[in-house]
């Protein structure tokens, strides 16, 4: 069955720097598109970046983190990454990687990351 498990949150100070690493085992990882979530306290979770199957194609969806968070993957490790620099107070949510299988969304259990002084 398809798992996904988070790593790397944490407590982080504003302007400090964050890696997330997401395990994912299941499925054919490296056929697979590849994304980061995040959800904060009491707002819909939204989709921060995608990485393709083979790694050269990347987005990033929140404008506010462009310039600051670059997803990466490694297929013949199956993890997926979230590198963030330069955080904000802003950034502190629930991150959580996913993948679409079969027309079905998996998540993994997401991974805390709070940026306070």
């Known amino acids: 069955q398809v798992q996904l498990v988070e790593s790397g949150g944490g407590l982080v100070q504003p302007g400090g720097s964050l890696r997330l690493s997401c395990a994912a085992s299941?499925?054919?990882?490296?056929?697979?598109?590849m994304y980061w979530y995040r959800q904060a306290g009491g707002k819909e979770r939204e989709l921060v970046a995608s990485?393709?199957?083979?790694?050269?194609?990347?987005?990033n969806y929140v404008d506010s983190a462009k310039g600051r968070f670059t997803i990466s993957r490694d297929n013949a490790n199956n993890m997926v990454y979230l590198q963030m620099h330069s955080l904000k107070p802003e950034d502190t949510a629930v991150y959580y990687c996913?993948?679409?299988?079969?027309?079905?969304?998996?998540w993994g259990q997401g991974t805390q990351v709070t940026v306070s002084s």
């Open positions: 996913a993948v679409v299988r079969d027309y079905q969304r998996y």
């Open positions: 299941g499925f054919t990882f490296s056929t697979y598109a």
């Open positions: 990485i393709s199957s083979g790694g050269g194609d990347t987005s």
